[in-house]
């Protein structure tokens, strides 16, 4: 069942399940019918009607993935674990995040062991002395590979165990 509620300058839509009558997706839109929520809440947000846990949830500002204050505009958790499997920092859209700080982070939801780092300033991929994009063994937690970029371009492999920093 698809329910519509108005608060303020914003509706809001509500799906329910049908078995539990829970709340499975909540959407949120601005007066141009652009995703977008009050208060920091989440403009999207998915719920699993067994467990009732969040599985998704999207800060959006304009239709656009937003959050300020170094805060995650998506976070993706399992129902089954309820661990927080993906995070995302974006700001206008674009991925980003300040200091040498990953805008993207990749958890594996059964060792809780992460995956996947990404490092991004204003929607390019960029880090100096160390990868942008970074890979690990999703069992040990051990960097495997990184791929290095400075300004949305890739640059050739480097030797060595630079050290991270940002500039």
Not at 53 to 59: F, K, L, Y
Not at 72 to 87: E, L, Y
């Amino acid at each position: 069942m698809k329910l519509f509620k108005q608060a303020g300058e914003y509706s809001i839509e509500i799906w329910l399940d049908p078995e539990t009558g829970c709340t499975v997706r909540e959407f949120w839109r601005n007066q141009q019918n652009e995703f977008e929520a009050p208060d920091d809440r989440p403009a999207m947000a998915f719920f699993c009607p067994k467990t009732r846990i969040r599985e998704q949830a999207r800060w959006m500002k304009a239709g656009e993935l937003h959050r300020a204050n170094d805060l995650p505009s998506q976070i993706i958790t399992s129902p089954v674990t309820g661990i927080v499997c993906v995070r995302q920092w974006s700001i206008d859209g674009n991925g980003h995040r300040d200091g040498d700080n990953p805008s993207y982070e990749v958890t594996n939801l059964f060792t809780g062991n992460r995956e996947e780092l990404h490092f991004e300033k204003w929607g390019k991929f960029h880090r100096i002395g160390a990868g942008a994009v970074q890979y690990f063994d999703p069992q040990t937690g051990k960097l495997t590979k990184e791929d290095f970029w400075e300004n949305g371009v890739q640059l050739p492999k480097k030797s060595g165990a630079p050290k991270p920093s940002m500039t």
